[in-house]
């Protein structure tokens, strides 16, 4: 054998290593995606979650300052610092690197650190949180990755606090079972904002716009903003539950309904799960009277953020004494019901602000248990994955709840 055919053998065995340790590494990270259960302290998983998604995160941070006019929320970018989000980012990297580099050395799942801190290293040589953002222009197509990556962040880090907190099923896991089709729909919602907000805003305008009236929306301006506000969550709360309501009882409707009932664990990430088309027909069914009745812009802003706070909130894992509140506002408790596949649940408990609205209309539940024991659609037949509850309205079974 000469020189040349050693070293060429040398080359081949080396690309074979490197594709044999590249192929552990991500099927390591692909079994860690797939699984689910609770977490155990001492065995260094928790440590290995938190590098993996801290660099992961902080990588599509990079990639956002690097390209802000497509992946970035015009909305937000007139709100949040740059130099506040930098601070961040390094934070980041540095907490992400710290635990990769920590676990590698003392042996704790190598593989995946070992890729956690290949990210982190990526990350920094794309320009990590230094990454220049000059001038660019406001109205471009986008992609909601920082509304994404920073609600995500906030998310974990205060709902699955206050259901640790404050358990309802205690030996419910952070990584339950189905979790992983529950998270692309929770990243899917956010990276398509963009274009979900501009349809919504061409059909609002389209179908509601003829009934604007100058003269109305100036009288409900002039309210004060509290009562401005209480008024605003009552219409909203009005046609949120007819729409609801119409979701159950019109069988096409509750095909589409049916996607987000088909969770069977309630969590911050279960309201999460919607069809697309569901989300933009409720937006625009609630939105249109609000425009229409004209409530200002402050209004309209601090409702968006009531509105999302109980919407993931009122799913949460949580057991909390609500007191006379509870006949008022609608609550986790409340709103488990309406998850519930029991039948005394059925068709009950559509409001989502105002608890007192089913109490009129005599759609709430009656039962003297606190909450329901299992949840779901009755017959269980709306299959997992993102894919195909989309599709499943258009060619899924035809049993309805």
């Known amino acids: 054998m000469n020189a040349k055919n050693s070293s060429s053998d040398k080359a081949n065995c080396g690309k074979v290593t490197l594709r044999y340790f590249a192929y552990r590494?991500?099927?390591?990270?692909?079994?860690?995606?797939?699984?689910?259960?609770?977490?155990?302290?001492?065995?260094?998983?928790?440590?290995?979650?938190?590098?993996?998604?801290?660099?992961?995160?902080?990588?599509?941070?990079?990639?956002?300052?690097?390209?802000?006019?497509?992946l970035t929320t015009p909305e937000l970018r007139h709100v949040y610092s740059v130099g506040t989000l930098r601070h961040m980012l390094f934070g980041a990297l540095l907490a992400a690197g710290g635990l990769a580099l920590t676990s590698c050395v003392?042996?704790?799942?190598?593989?995946?650190?070992?890729?956690?801190?290949?990210?982190?290293?990526?990350?920094?040589?794309?320009?990590?949180?230094?990454?220049?953002?000059?001038?660019?222009p406001d109205h471009t197509p986008y992609?909601?990755?920082?509304?994404?990556?920073?609600?995500?962040?906030?998310s974990t880090t205060i709902f699955v606090m206050i259901e640790k907190a404050f358990p309802l099923n205690r030996s419910q896991a952070v990584f339950r079972f189905e979790w992983q089709t529950d998270m692309v729909h929770f990243s899917v919602n956010h990276l398509v904002v963009g274009l979900v907000l501009l349809v919504v805003n061409l059909l609002v305008h389209g179908v509601f716009g003829?009934?604007?009236?100058?003269?109305?929306?100036?009288?409900?301006?002039?309210?004060?903003?509290?009562?401005?506000?209480?008024?605003?969550?009552?219409?909203?709360?009005?046609?949120?539950?007819?729409?609801?309501?119409?979701?159950?009882?019109?069988?096409?409707?509750?095909?589409?309904?049916?996607?987000?009932?088909?969770?069977?664990?309630?969590?911050?990430?279960?309201?999460?799960?919607?069809?697309?088309?569901?989300?933009?027909?409720?937006?625009?069914?609630?939105?249109?009277?609000?425009?229409?009745?004209?409530?200002?812009?402050?209004?309209?802003?601090?409702?968006?953020?009531?509105?999302?706070?109980?919407?993931?909130?009122?799913?949460?894992?949580v057991r909390l004494p609500w007191g006379p509140l509870k006949y008022v506002f609608v609550t986790p408790d409340f709103h488990h019901w309406h998850h519930s596949s029991e039948d005394e649940a059925i068709d009950k408990n559509y409001a989502a602000h105002f608890a007192f609205i089913d109490r009129i209309f005599g759609t709430a539940v009656k039962s003297k248990a606190a909450f329901p024991r299992k949840y779901g659609v009755v017959g269980d037949y709306v299959p997992d994955g993102f894919l195909a509850q989309q599709a499943f309205p258009f060619f899924g079974s035809k049993r309805s709840q």
């Open 25 to 70: 590494v991500f099927s390591s990270a692909s079994k860690l995606t797939k699984a689910n259960g609770p977490l155990k302290v001492g065995q260094g998983l928790i440590a290995t979650i938190f590098a993996l998604v801290l660099a992961s995160l902080s990588l599509l941070g990079v990639i956002a300052f690097h390209y802000p006019q497509y």
């Open 106 to 136: 003392l042996g704790n799942r190598r593989r995946l650190n070992g890729l956690a801190f290949v990210i982190v290293l990526a990350s920094i040589a794309l320009g990590g949180a230094n990454v220049p953002v000059g001038d660019f």
């Open 143 to 154: 992609v909601g990755l920082d509304w994404f990556i920073l609600d995500l962040l906030g």
């Open 210 to 317: 003829w009934l604007a009236s100058a003269k109305l929306q100036l009288l409900v301006r002039h309210l004060w903003f509290i009562p401005q506000l209480l008024l605003c969550m009552l219409v909203a709360d009005m046609m949120e539950y007819l729409v609801h309501r119409a979701y159950h009882e019109v069988p096409i409707l509750w095909r589409f309904h049916a996607v987000h009932h088909s969770v069977r664990s309630m969590d911050w990430l279960a309201g999460s799960r919607q069809h697309i088309l569901e989300v933009v027909a409720t937006r625009v069914a609630v939105l249109g009277p609000l425009f229409v009745i004209g409530f200002s812009k402050s209004v309209v802003d601090v409702y968006i953020i009531i509105v999302g706070f109980q919407a993931v909130f009122n799913h949460t894992n």
